[in-house]
């Protein structure tokens, strides 16, 4: 199938389709609940105690949220560290990403907050804990999703300047963002070329250091996430207590980065009926297996040095994870090898999907599974929880498939599959 997308992509991506109508209902349910939350206080939505002061918000929309904002880390190490100007068609649909996955963890965090008035300190200096491995991820992932807007403004710009429905452009002009857009439309379209080039500039030159803290900040917080589990000591089941807790989440993050990208750009192709990626997503297909690899290494050797290994078959509830963890990110990595499986879009889909199960499984393992604060303590996520989190998940969702179907993040081509 030959798909021409040098025109619009979302030229015929229909707004109000099923998917729109269930992800509204479900964002307007949690909508609801964190409400319910903000008003009654976190007692009356949430199962959580003094015992697990973190349930599924931090387990799920922290932890695995922050690796599905890896996406645009990941694809920067590649093309603005190691150099390789092929995958710069993906670097636009993986911020996007990256932009979302920032946002949920960020929202979550805020939500779960028992004390919300008080995060105003992070914007105070003399309320800082530098000592605090969560200051330092919460520091870095609040930084991070400013480098991530920073670094997409222009293809929003660029985006409203030319591409956008008149109603949508028309609003936009009318607000704020009005001289912004001018510095990116076509000439002949009203732009006034000295402030133009000016603003274009200054956001230009703004972005060499988005790129750079849009690489570091992100190595950061991923290995404070493994830091900040690191300090729960015996809480924290020995299948998952590891002095490498922090290189872990770190090598996690990115082929779990790679596997995001391989999965929303083929799944974005399919739905806005574009040509596949398939030679830049089969070189990236082909640095997952050996991340991969290297992560299970240093996994099972480290249970190995710790005499663990009887826990791996003591067939109990943890056993049953941590080989279930194993077994989805081997059964991920193997397909990664063949040639045949990373040009094949529906074979790298179904590969990378496997491989996302089984790094978020690991990460809500380590954050939940694993985690024992000792007897008399037990937690179950309650149904307005669990709503909050679908909730947000659902509401970005919906704003990904509205900004890529009224704005054009996905560069033009014309490609064949």
């Known amino acids: 199938m030959i798909a021409d997308s040098t025109r619009h992509p979302g030229a015929n991506g229909h707004i109000f389709t099923k998917s729109f109508f269930v992800l509204s209902i479900l964002s307007l349910v949690g909508i609801f609940f964190t409400a319910v939350r903000f008003t009654k206080g976190i007692g009356a939505v949430s199962n959580l ?5 973190w349930g599924i918000w931090v387990a799920y929309d922290v932890a695995i949220g922050t690796a599905v904002s890896c996406g645009g880390y990941t694809v920067a190490l590649l093309s603005y560290i190691i150099n390789r100007g092929r995958y710069h068609t993906l670097v636009k649909s993986a911020i996007l990403t990256s932009l979302f996955g920032s946002f949920l963890a960020a929202s979550s965090i805020v939500v779960e907050i028992g004390r919300p008035w008080n995060a105003h300190g992070l914007l105070s200096a003399t309320s800082w804990q530098p000592n605090s491995a969560f200051f330092e991820l919460v520091l870095c992932l609040f930084g991070y999703l400013i480098a991530l807007s920073l670094e997409y403004l ?7 300047g030319r591409g956008t429905p008149t109603a949508l452009r ?13 510095a990116w439309q076509p000439a002949g379209e009203g732009s006034t070329p000295v402030a133009s080039a000016r603003l274009a500039t200054i956001i230009n ?8 803290a849009g690489i570091i900040l992100p190595t950061m917080h991923q290995s404070a996430l493994g830091s900040l589990m690191l300090i729960a000591s015996t809480k924290l089941h020995p299948l998952w207590h590891s002095p490498f807790l922090p290189l872990l989440f770190l090598i996690n ?7 995001i990208v391989i999965f929303v750009s083929i799944l974005s192709s399919f739905v806005l009926e574009r040509g596949f990626y398939n ?11 050996w991340l991969t690899m290297a992560w299970l290494v240093i996994r099972i050797g480290d249970v190995m040095r710790r005499d663990q290994v009887p826990a791996v078959f003591h067939g109990d509830f943890y056993s049953i994870f941590f080989l279930a963890e194993c077994f989805l ?3 991920g990595a193997i397909p990664f090898f063949g040639v045949g499986t990373r040009h094949s ?10 491989m996302l199960l089984g790094g978020g499984l690991y990460r809500f393992n380590v954050y939940l599974i694993g985690f024992n604060p000792g007897t008399g303590w037990h937690y179950f996520p309650s149904f307005a929880e669990v709503m909050i989190a679908v909730g947000i998940v659902s509401l970005e969702i919906l704003a990904y498939q509205l900004l890529i179907k009224l704005l054009p993040p996905l560069p033009a081509q014309q490609a064949r599959y």
């Open 49 to 53: 105690s003094d015992g697990y002061p």
């Open 170 to 182: 028309t609003l936009a002009l009318n607000c704020l963002v009005r001289r912004a857009l001018v």
């Open 329 to 331: 990110m081997g059964i």
């Open 279 to 289: 030679a830049q997503l089969a070189a990236v297909g082909r640095v997952i297996p």
């Open 345 to 354: 879009p529906r074979r790298l889909f179904l590969a990378a999907v496997v």
């Open 253 to 259: 993050c990115i082929y779990f980065g790679y596997a």
């Open 205 to 212: 030159r703004t972005l060499i250091c988005s790129a750079v």
């Open 154 to 160: 222009p293809n929003l710009l660029a985006s409203m």
